[in-house]
């Protein structure tokens, strides 16, 4: 990409086409689970299923992605993931495809990604400078919005309706290219840890990072409350858009792009906003949007006003992601960026697995818009609870960024 240099031009492009494949899964395989099962517990457990290895093992994974090198840690951990979704498409193509095998598929993916995305999300700081970063990322999250959330899902649906296999060997391909264009990276090496030591100690030292920094704490305890929330209505997408809203496979297609066409606008202009406001007021107006998404989606009973919800919710997402990936990567030294990187996704993406798993019994318990009217009571809590403390946190942080960069 113009400005950043080769290394990037090549994470960008690998970015793009594993983020193809990524989203064409996205559709297909809650799809293929309504296929199997119509239980809302069930096909929340299909969520959980990817997501609890984060619980278990983000935090040994975020060791290992600061002692290794981290090129050739993600070329092999795409490599596994290929041979895994390839298994599954034989699977489903053979119909021998069976829910247990969806779960099994989902925690083995699970545990790569904690490896994976853990060291992947060090690579944009090791390859483009400090002030770059915000342009940097708004890139990276163009692409992904654009190509995994906006123009996959539809694709994804379309393939698993014309044959339920297809989606899955092409996520499987995408995986291998990836990997292609992420060995060819050169000249990045990160800062060795100063001492090698137990695998306790290194991620107790990154935890105790986390945990003193004011900023980084309160964002990745933020996320981790919200995503409960959020997981716990969206894990049930598919079943609320076929039951509350009426809407077939491609309708469901449809209300992703429609997400990810706000996420891609939101992507777009979040460097602007992040150069003429400060990231409390950003996060601030966040924590609102997201309340009102919530209570949107409850009342909705059309395609396109939910559409319309999720489009506004994308730009939200979008410019809050910018904005926390931002704060981390400028904040964390590199030799410790593989163990906060693993301690903020384990909370992040936890707080995910423990919305998928509770999102089920709500619905049960309250119908398919329950989970959306207590996550919209949940937030409103936090929104009041959190305004301050966002406030006082995040500006003392952004002034002594100020102070690094002008000394």
Known sequence: MAGLGRNFTKLW?????????????????????????????????????????????SLI???????????RLIVAVNLVRALIIGLLAVAVWQGAATIALVYAVAFLLGCCETLG?????????????????PRANSRMQTVYFALNTFAAPPLGAALFVLA???PFGVNAVTFVVAAVLISMLRGVRQAPPAERRSLRADMAE?????????????LAVALFLMNITLMSAFSLLVLYSRDRLGADEYGYGLLITAMAAGAIIGATVAPRLQSRFR????????????????????????????GAILAAFGVHGSVMG???????????????????????MMLVVGGSAIGALIGGPIARWLGLTGPFWVSAGAMALFTVFAWRPFGRHLAVNQGRQAVTVTS
């Open 13 to 57: 492009a690998a970015s793009a086409v594993s983020n193809i494949g990524d989203g064409i899964m996205t559709a297909a395989t809650p799809l293929l689970v309504a296929s199997l099962t119509d239980d809302p517990l069930l096909v929340g457990l299909s969520v959980f299923a990817g997501q609890l290895p984060w619980l278990l093992f």
């Open 61 to 71: 994974s975020g060791v290992y992605v600061d002692r290794l090198d981290r090129r």
């Open 117 to 133: 995305d853990n060291a992947s999300g060090t690579l944009v700081p090791m390859v483009v400078a400090s002030e770059d970063l």
């Open 164 to 166: 339920a296999a297809v």
């Open 206 to 218: 990154g935890v105790r990072w986390l945990w003193r920094h004011p900023a980084i704490r309160l």
């Open 279 to 306: 990231d409390s007021l950003l996060l601030r107006v966040g924590l609102v949007i997201e309340t009102l998404t919530h209570a949107g989606l409850a009342l909705a009973t059309s395609p396109w006003v939910a």
């Open 322 to 344: 910018a904005v926390s990936v931002t704060l981390r990567q400028r904040a964390v030294p590199d030799e410790l960026r593989g163990r906060v990187q693993s301690v903020y």
